[in-house]
C-alpha cells in the first residue's frame, strides 16, 4: 500500500473515533510542550547572556584587575603586594601588544550624586577616552571624554540616560554643574555629555544607565591621591586572538612589576561564554529530561489505544491478509496511525510550548528579577527536536502492537468475527 494510501486510512481511522484520538492528542501535546517550553525558555537565556556580553565589548573582552584577597595555600588572604596597576601598563599594551585592538583603563565605586541639592547614589566610572571604543558605547547627546581632560585632569563627567531622566526630569544638563560625594568629599563637576540607553542588566540593582564617566587622571589626583588604576579592560582584534591578546598582555605587566604574577588576574568574555554555555545547557537539558516524563506517560498510552484499536479490527486484518496484505503491509498501516497521532500532537505541543514558555520567561522576570525581561527564543533546533521526539515515540511505542497485528493468521482472524 502506497504512503498516500496509508495516510488517508490513517486520517479515517482516527476521525472515526474522535474522543480517544483527542484525549491521546492531549498527552502527546503536553510533553511536548513541556520540552518546547523548557528549551526555549533555555535558549531566552543564552540570548540573555550573549546581550550581556555585548554590552561588555563582546566575546573579544578580557581584563586585568587587582584583586582585594587572593588565593594562596589553600586560604584567602588579603593582597599585601606593593605592586598596582598603572597607566604605564596602558600605554605599553596599547604599544607592544600586536592582537590588542584597543584597551582602556577604569576604577569603580558607589557615590552619591548631588542634583539641584538631592542626592541619589550612583556608580562612578573613571576611565579614559578609548573606554567608547572599548565598549563601542557612544554618547547621545555632548561628548565624551577627550585626551585634554586627562591632560589637565577637568573636572568634568559624562552622565547615563537613567540619571538624566530623573534626576534631571529630561532637562537640558549640558553645562549644568553636579556635586560628587565621596567620602564626604564634595566635588563639582560639569556636564559634558549623556550616554546612549544599554537598559538593566542582570545585576539587580547595577544598571550602565546609572553610571556616571570622569577622567581617570581626575579621579587620581582630586579623590584618591594616587596613580593606580583597578582595571585594565582589552579587546582583542577577534575571538580568536583573544588567548594570544591575553599572553601578551600578562607578560607586559609581569616585565613591568618585576616579573611578579601574583598580584593580578584575569577575566576573559570567552571563556565566560563557554562556562556559561555549559551551565545553561546542563540546566536546560534537566528541565527536557524532567518535562520528557509526560512524553513518556503519553507514549504508554500510544500503546495501549493501539493495542485496542488491533483488537478491534482483527476481522478487518484477517480480510486484508486474505486478499493479499503481506506482514509488511499491516506493520506499517498501524505504525502510519502511530506516527501520524504523535505528529499531530507534536504541532499542537509546539504551538502549547511556545505560549507557555513565552508565559513562562515573563513571571520568571516578573516575580524573580523585578520586571527584567527575559525572553523566550523558539528556535529551529527545538522545533526538530520536539518533531523528531514525537515520530520517535509513536514508532517506538506503535511498533509492538503494530507487530502483533502483523504476525496475526488470516484464517484465525477472520474466524474471530
Known amino acids: 500500500m502506497k504512503l498516500l494510501e496509508n495516510l488517508i486510512s490513517a486520517f ?62 589553600g586560604r584567602w588572604q588579603r593582597n599585601t603586594s606593593p605592586h598596582h596597576l598603572e597607566m604605564k601598563d596602558l600605554r605599553d599594551v596599547l604599544a607592544e601588544c600586536p592582537s590588542v585592538e584597543v584597551a582602556t583603563v577604569e576604577g569603580s565605586y558607589y557615590i552619591n550624586l548631588g542634583v539641584n541639592g538631592k542626592f541619589q547614589p550612583t556608580y562612578l566610572r573613571a ?4 573606554y567608547q571604543a572599548v565598549r563601542e558605547w557612544r554618547t547621545e547627546y555632548g561628548r565624551f571624554l577627550a585626551d585634554t581632560d586627562m591632560d589637565m585632569w577637568t573636572k568634568v563627567c559624562v552622565i547615563g540616560s537613567k540619571i538624566w531622566k530623573e534626576q534631571f526630569k529630561g532637562e537640558d544638563p549640558i553645562g549644568k554643574e553636579v556635586v ?25 540593582g547595577k544598571s550602565d544607565d546609572n553610571m556616571l564617566f570622569i577622567p581617570i587622571t581626575t579621579a587620581q589626583k582630586r579623590f584618591w ?33 618585576g616579573g ?45 489505544i493501539m493495542l485496542v484499536s488491533v483488537t478491534e479490527r482483527i476481522p478487518e ?8 496484505a503481506k506482514a509488511f503491509n499491516i506493520r506499517i498501516q498501524f505504525l502510519t496511525e502511530s506516527v501520524l497521532l504523535c505528529l499531530m500532537g507534536s504541532l499542537l505541543g509546539i504551538v502549547l ?13 516578573k516575580f524573580f528579577l523585578q520586571d527584567f525581561a527575559w525572553p523566550s527564543v523558539m528556535t529551529l533546533k527545538a522545533v526538530s527536536i520536539a518533531v523528531g521526539a514525537g515520530a520517535a515515540v509513536g514508532i517506538f511505542f506503535g511498533y509492538y502492537p503494530a507487530s502483533q497485528a502483523a504476525k496475526m493468521s488470516p484464517i484465525d482472524a477472520i474466524r474471530h468475527t
Not at 51 to 72: C, L, N, Q, T, W
Not at 233 to 257: C, F, G, W, Y
Not at 317 to 324: H, P, S, Y
Open 127 to 130: 576611565t579614559t577616552n578609548e
Open 180 to 204: 560628587i560625594n565621596n567620602f564626604g568629599n564634595n566635588k563639582r563637576f560639569t556636564v559634558i555629555g549623556i550616554m546612549e540607553s544599554r537598559g538593566d542588566g542582570l545585576e539587580r
Open 12 to 73: 479515517s481511522v482516527l476521525r472515526a473515533s474522535k474522543l480517544r484520538t483527542i484525549l491521546t492528542l492531549l498527552g502527546i501535546t503536553i510533553g511536548i510542550a513541556g520540552v518546547i517550553a523548557m528549551m526555549s525558555f533555555g535558549a531566552g537565556a543564552e540570548k540573555l547572556l550573549m546581550a550581556e556580553i555585548d554590552k561588555i565589548g563582546g566575546p573579544s573582552m578580557f581584563g586585568v584587575y587587582r584583586p582585594g584577597h587572593i588565593r594562596k595555600n
Open 260 to 304: 611578579d604574577d601574583t598580584f593580578f588576574r584575569t577575566w576573559s568574555a570567552k571563556q565566560g561564554i563557554e562556562n556559561a554555555k555549559r551551565m545553561i545547557f546542563i540546566i536546560e537539558t534537566v528541565l527536557v529530561v524532567i518535562a520528557s516524563v509526560s512524553l513518556i506517560v503519553a507514549g504508554i498510552g500510544i500503546l495501549n
Open 225 to 257: 591621591g594616587h596613580d593606580h588604576v583597578g582595571h585594565i579592560m582589552v579587546r582583542a582584534k577577534s575571538p580568536l586572538h583573544v588567548d594570544q591578546a591575553l599572553k601578551e598582555v600578562k607578560t607586559i605587566i609581569m616585565r613591568n612589576h
Open 317 to 324: 486484518i484477517g480480510l486484508r491478509k486474505a486478499v493479499g
Open 353 to 365: 510550548g511556545a505560549i507557555v514558555g513565552k508565559g513562562f520567561a515573563w513571571a520568571v522576570a
